[in-house]
């Protein structure tokens, strides 16, 4: 069973940028589409951006569109999220998600049946 870890949530100041990072377990990655999601408080879990298992295929919510890049590396079992001109309404838990029982890009929360714990972002002056 894949088993996801993220990293690289923190503070930073409007405008600032972060780099999150999903490192996966296992030999299978580069058979899963992968996914991050954010949950702000008090607001349900929402989707941000996906890639297709060999990365030609991407998708972003349209508030993060031209903002955040979401990229992947099967040799080293990763998955990252590069967040710039972040603002404050992109505080949220992000979490790391894995796709593995289709073949295809998903990006519904309730597709996605392997999760990491998440790291906290925090955009604040």
């Known amino acids: 069973q894949v088993q996801l870890v993220e990293s690289g949530g923190g503070l930073v100041q409007p405008g600032g940028s972060l780099r999150l990072s999903c490192a996966a377990s296992?030999?299978?990655?580069?058979?899963?589409?992968m996914g991050w999601f954010r949950q702000a408080p008090g607001k349900e879990r929402e989707s941000v951006a996906a890639?297709?298992?060999?990365?030609?295929?991407?998708y972003y919510a349209d508030s993060v569109k031209g903002r955040f890049t979401i990229s992947r590396d099967n040799a080293k079992n990763t998955v990252d999220l590069q967040m710039n001109s972040l603002k404050p309404e992109d505080t949220a838990v992000y979490y790391c998600?894995?796709?593995?029982?289709?073949?295809?890009?998903?990006?519904?929360?309730?597709?996605?049946?392997?999760w990491g714990a998440g790291t906290q972002v925090t955009v604040s002056s």
């Open positions: 890639i297709s298992r060999g990365g030609a295929t991407k």
């Open positions: 296992g030999r299978t990655f580069s058979t899963y589409a």
């Open positions: 998600a894995a796709d593995t029982r289709t073949l295809g890009l998903r990006i519904k929360i309730r597709d996605y049946d392997v």
